[in-house]
Each structure stands twice: as C-alpha cells, then as structure tokens.
C-alpha cells in the first residue's frame, strides 16, 4: 500500500508514502487514495479528510511518467487517466471538507490533486507547477482543476510555460487557502480542523454540495437556488 491512512477525533489523514518515486500519483497511488477516501464516507463521525504526503521535498510529482510511455499502450493510459478523473470527483462529491497539507512541490497531477481539495494549507517552501508543455504532454486534466482555482491568465501562465509558482504567488492566485512557515503547518490545519468539526455536519455537507453546484449555475439561478 503505498499510503497511510488515519483517523482520530473526527479526522481522517491520508498520507502520500512513495518518496522514491516523489510521491508520483502511479494507478496504484492513486487507487489507494481512492479507496481510503471514500471508505465509510456515511460514518456520521467523519468530518474532515487531510491529503498530505511524507516528509519529502515534493509533495506529489505528478503521473508515473513510466505509466504514460508509448509501449504500455493506449488500454493503460485509458485506465490512468480514468482512474484520476474518478478520484478527483469523489474529492468534491465527498461530504466532508478536503483540506490538502502540502510541503514541497505539488507538480502536474499532483497540482491538480491540490487544485480539487477545498482548502490547501502549504509551507512557504512549497512551489506548484504543470510542466507537462516541457515534456510534450499538455497538462489538459491538471488544467481543468487550476483554472478554476486561479483566474484564467494565471492558468496560462502555468499551463503554457511550466514554471513553477510560489507558495505566496498561489495564496494571491487562489490556489491555496494559506501558506505558514513549515513549522507552524501543523498546528494551522489543526486549528482548520477543529474549527470545522465544531460546525454541524449536515450543515457543512450541504454547503459543500452548494458550493460546488452554484459554479456551474448563471448568478441569477444560483441566488434562487440559494434562496
């Protein structure tokens, strides 16, 4: 298994455990964060689930490069990417808040990991990227999930060049919710996570439905469906 998964006072922690690879999202990666994070997604007990990675400088460096190369064939990059798209849409069909914690570089997929979370607490060492135009693979899926974080110039930016962001160019781009110093990480999403599980869950549940709904709604028909 090449995650850690937890759970104590409501919280869940699912942690990225692969630095020999960089933490890279493999089909194996990504089926384990997949399963770990919609187990029991009904316990009322639930509240909060945490993405983080061991302690390394890259959070995640995206796809297993290895996966996408021309002799594995078009059946496994079919699986790959399918697979991704599933656990990128449970992250926001997940009843309770996802809050990624990342120190280090969240690169590619791993980025678009990031982008889908509701919140993001990160390091101030920490960097984000999509340097797939580099390589010859356009960040299509990543870019999905960034651009509708960050407005659509700072999309290109990324997208088209491949260079990497600060931790305080993504705080002012809305990429992440908050940068600290490294070692203040953990007692910032602490303080996140029990600020949540003091709220109802149902409340917070069909807020998180709502709030994802309305982005896809004209104004006019998000103010009555809110209404």
Not at 213 to 224: I, K, P, V
């Amino acid at each position: 298994k090449l995650t850690l998964c937890s759970e104590k006072n409501g919280v869940r922690n699912i942690v990225l455990n692969n630095p020999k690879t960089r933490n890279s999202l493999s089909l194996e990666m990504m089926k384990d964060i997949l399963s770990d994070l919609t187990r029991n997604l009904e316990d009322k007990s639930l509240r909060v689930i945490i993405l983080s990675s061991v302690e390394s400088p890259v959070f995640s460096a995206g796809h297993n490069l290895k996966e996408l190369a021309p002799e594995r064939g078009q059946e496994v990059h079919k699986e790959v990417f399918s697979v991704a798209n599933k656990l990128m849409m449970s992250m926001i069909e997940a009843p309770v808040p996802v809050i990624g914690k990342v120190d280090g570089l969240a690169a590619a997929a791993g980025c678009q990991l990031i982008a889908n979370c509701d919140m993001v607490v990160c390091s101030s060492r920490s960097s984000f990227s999509t340097p797939g135009a580099t390589f010859g693979v356009f960040c299509s899926s990543p870019g999905v999930a960034v651009v509708r974080k960050v407005s659509r110039m700072k999309a290109a930016q990324m997208l088209f060049t491949g260079l990497p962001i600060t931790a305080q160019e993504a705080l002012s781009s809305g990429l992440v919710s908050s940068v600290v110093p490294q070692e203040a990480l953990d007692a910032e999403v602490d303080k996140i996570c029990q600020a949540i599980t003091s709220k109802s869950r149902s409340v917070i549940a069909l807020g998180k439905k709502f709030l994802h709904q309305q982005l896809e709604m004209t104004t006019r028909d998000a103010f009555q469906a809110a209404g």
